[in-house]
């Protein structure tokens, strides 16, 4: 560990001029074209860097480095590639006129003309070998920087920034490894800055090459200029170095894969080095190496929007807001996992193993052992996977005979996310957080590892989970607050459409005061689905969908014939975190998929009574799901609407107080219709007004069977716990069985008629006793049952108004006086508004 202020001193007599200086460092397209070149030219002369440049140090033009390879390589096979020769020379030619004038222009064109003389020399002496030594190789590759730092000397000194061509080689001496040529320190540093102190000028430096004791030009390995960056900075004692690129810095996250991914201001070189493992390949951190060894912060900045700050990595980085820094992710790995009985206690056997796969060059990405020593399990690329297996087999191809372990088991299609960050160091819940934001998704977990520094946890997932992964574990550390669910609506008749009303006009307050946003995905009315993964525009659904017709402006939209597997299908493949689907259909065949969607851990929200009245089986297997796996199934809305029945029974159960009784009117149209039974009007005009006044369904009918307020009731009984099928739920019938003969619902009405006088009777004989009449679900010691009953002054019943329901419970704890819950049970608002809410619950536990 090189002490802190050590560079300061060691070179305050040498340099004291450049402590104060930078060094910038500009890759391959931040040279690439006249544009960049002008953001570059900008950057030196912008009052930040004015006159406190020492040293730039550029890569090649944009892939020219690849097109010199690909040169070398095909002169070895015998052939030069006169024609791409000409257009690597035409590209410089190209900038130098862009820039360049008159004589400048000219000498610059022969400059630029020698070069490619010289490079064509010697690809024909490559081609007439048909020999590539990897020394010739590295002279080929040498030609790139050498052709971007001159032009670019000159065209900087043409536009007023004073600069000479420094060419490194001699100056960064090498190893005479080829390819990847390791520097040496201190006598490059010292070369370094003898040459500086000969040459006060600006020094635009060649990054990527240098030469060996023998003088020959090496290279420093792909990427390297970073690496020559440093070692400038590290020679000069340099303030900073910057690393200018076309990308703002290191991210939290992939953007590709995390939109919301945002800048990382700073970090340690620790965290940089565990982030870029995987994900950012903004830079690859062992080629700063030698500027943080002697204390010289590193800063990535954007050419392309210099204002950006950019991420400043330096070991006294700022802990910053977050307990992590980062997540990083690499695509695509392959497991090889060996177990067996003959491993345990068994020593040298790890040893075995990682020797095997080290001789045959296999890097390890990952290592996972349990403490049981049972078994092995290690991550390679995937095109190392077959090869590690084989490799394995052989070495212990005795042991695997004899049964004291197994033959390798090779899993494909895996990846691997990493979290990381300095604070996570003595934080407790920070894997708590990781593993629940995978869990709560359905994201099975194969593979862990934390390094004992406490600096980065990996987990091994399938490689489909990527995004979805990344996007909770991100929205979990960096967006706590701000809560979105991705829903999935089927059915935007009466309550699905006041649904989506009410997530429009509530979505600003919901996303100011609760940091929860509704992401709308996917929606499908009887015979449509849309879905865009972005966010539909709630306001707009209903019109699309009916009329067939995407209006322009939808990017990413599609508009679907519906058919539910292929609706479900859909929403599983977008695979996208916290995804909730809400059924506002009465529809069975929707019902019937509830488990398979909860299977997918993917919550449901329902105000479709079909899937809880229906088989008892039906029922214990999605509440199993749900409860089993902590995945939401949410139907507070089956039962009364809107008013809070089924929450408040599982609370109390929660709680331990035992529910003794339930009594209920749970038809709205039945409690309309009995609250106005008051002998001002016949029976049966009392339920032409309820039809007429939208209370009934279509045919009266439907509501007077009582089939609705049994499933309902139904549905209370299994909430308490009672095992039962709807043919258990006795159902005494309201209306005479001639009724339902009838044919026709004005037949229908002539029948009750008949019965008008019946019920009159009913009810004067409870009005003697000042009772009246009321349809009551009445659940009990296993039981449930509708009856029509006459109600004493004082109980809850008379007090109802209107079409309202009413739950009263009696329980342990609520014994001398039960829990009386009433309010409008139906109606398009308050039902949506119950959905809303249960939504919103998920957004509240799941995030
Ligand atoms: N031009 C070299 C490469 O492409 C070095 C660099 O750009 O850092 O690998
Ligand atoms: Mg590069």
């Not at 479709?608 to 009245?613: L, P």
Request: hydrophobic content about 45%.
């Amino acid at each position: 560990m090189i002490f802190y202020g050590m560079p300061v001193f060691e070179n305050i007599a040498v340099f004291q001029g450049d402590l104060f200086m930078v060094v910038l460092k500009f890759g391959g397209t931040s040279v690439g074209s006249p544009e960049a070149i002008r953001k570059l030219i900008g950057i030196l002369g912008d009052s930040e860097h004015a006159g406190k440049v020492r040293v730039v140090v550029v890569s090649a033009l944009s892939g020219v480095t690849d097109s010199l390879i690909g040169l070398a390589r095909q002169a070895a096979e015998g052939e030069v590639a006169r024609a791409a020769l000409k257009t690597l020379e035409e590209r410089h030619r190209k900038i130098s006129h862009a820039f360049l004038a008159g004589t400048e222009r000219q000498e610059t064109d022969a400059a630029i003309k020698a070069s490619f003389a010289e490079l064509s020399r010697t690809l024909d002496g490559i081609g007439i070998l048909r020999e590539l030594s990897p020394r010739s190789f590295d002279y080929v590759m040498s030609f790139g920087e050498r052709l971007s730092a001159a032009l670019l000397a000159h065209i900087c000194t043409a536009q007023g920034v004073q600069a000479e061509y420094l060419d490194a080689r001699p100056l960064v001496l090498t190893d005479g490894n080829y390819g990847s040529a390791r520097y040496q320190g201190d006598e490059s540093y010292s070369r370094i800055r003898s040459y500086l102190k000969k040459h006060p000028a600006l020094q635009i430096a060649t990054g990527f090459i240098g030469s060996n004791a023998e003088g020959h030009t090496t290279t420093l390995g792909r990427g390297g200029s970073d690496l020559s960056a440093a070692i400038f900075g590290a020679a000069m004692g340099a303030k900073c170095v910057e690393i200018w690129t076309d990308v703002d810095g290191i991210l939290t996250a992939d953007p590709k894969l995390v939109k919301t991914a945002f800048k990382i201001d700073s970090l340690s070189y620790n965290e940089a080095m565990e982030l870029s493992h995987f994900g950012a390949k903004v830079l690859h951190p062992p080629t700063v190496r030698p500027a943080l060894e002697k204390g010289i912060p590193i800063v990535i900045r954007n050419t392309f929007n210099p204002p950006g700050g950019g991420t400043r990595i330096a070991d006294d980085a700022d802990p910053g807001n977050y307990p992590i820094r980062g997540i990083s992710s690499m695509g695509n790995v392959t497991l090889v996992r060996v177990q067996g009985s003959g491993m345990v206690g068994m020593t040298g056997f790890s040893a075995r193993l990682f020797g095997a796969l080290a001789r045959k060059g296999i890097s390890i990405i990952l290592i996972t052992q349990a403490s049981s020593e049972y078994s092995i399990c290690v991550v390679v690329a995937p095109q190392d996977g077959p090869l590690a297996a084989a490799v394995i087999g052989e070495e212990f191809e005795r042991e695997i005979a004899s049964g004291a372990i197994e033959a390798p088991a090779v899993m494909e299609d895996l990846a691997i996310i990493a979290v990381v960050g300095s604070n996570m160091e003595h934080t407790t819940g920070i894997s708590g957080k990781v593993f629940h934001a995978l869990g709560r998704n359905g994201i099975n977990v194969v593979a862990i590892a934390q390094g004992s520094s406490e600096i980065n946890i990996s987990a091994v997932i399938g490689a489909q989970d990527v995004a979805k992964a990344l996007n909770a574990i991100h929205e979990a550390f960096f967006l706590a607050g701000v809560r979105t669910v991705n829903l999935f609506l089927i059915g935007i008749g009466n309550i699905g459409g006041t649904l989506l009303d009410q997530i429009t006009s509530h979505k600003e307050t919901l996303a100011d005061q609760y940091k929860i946003r509704i992401n709308l995905v996917g929606v499908a009315n009887s015979s449509r689905m849309i879905f865009n993964p972005a966010g539909l525009e709630p306001k707009k659904i209903r019109g699309v969908l009916s009329s067939g017709d995407i209006k322009q402006g939808s990017a990413g939209t599609e508009l679907l014939p519906l058919t539910l597997p292929e609706f479900i299908r859909k929403m599983k493949s977008f695979n996208l975190p916290t995804t909730a689907f809400c059924d506002c259909t009465a529809n069975p065949d929707v019902a019937a998929v509830y488990a398979e969607i909860l299977q997918a851990a993917i919550p449901v929200v329902t105000p479709n009574k079909r899937a809880n009245s229906g088989s008892l089986d039906y029922y214990k297997t999605i509440t199993g799901y749900s409860r089993d796996r902590g995945i939401p199934y949410l139907y507070e809305t089956t039962v009364c609407a809107g008013l809070p029945v089924i929450s408040v029974l599982r609370d109390l159960a929660l709680s331990g107080d035992k529910v003794r009784r339930i009594e209920a009117v749970l038809s709205g149209t039945l409690s309309f219709i009995f609250n106005n039974f008051d002998g001002s009007k016949t029976f049966s005009a009392l339920v032409r007004e309820a039809k007429a006044k939208g209370y009934t369904e279509p045919d009266p009918r439907d509501d007077l069977n009582a089939m609705d307020a049994a499933r309902k009731a139904l549905i209370l009984a299994r909430e308490c716990g009672m095992s039962l099928e709807f043919p258990a739920v006795a159902i005494e019938p309201i209306l005479p069985p001639s009724c339902f003969k009838a044919n026709g619902v004005e037949a229908f009405f002539t029948e009750l008629e008949k019965a008008d006088a019946d019920f009159e009777k009913r009810r004067l004989e409870a009005a003697k006793e000042g009772k009246v009449l009321r349809y009551v679900s009445i659940i009990e010691e296993g039981s449930a049952r509708l009856s029509l009953r006459a109600e004493s002054p004082g109980s809850p019943f008379l007090s109802l108004v209107d079409s309202d329901n009413i739950v009263v419970i009696t329980t342990d704890r609520y014994s001398k006086l039960p829990m009386v819950i009433k309010g409008p049970g139906a109606g398009a608002q308050v039902t949506a508004g119950g959905v809303f809410a249960d939504i919103l619950r998920i957004a509240r536990t799941l995030v």
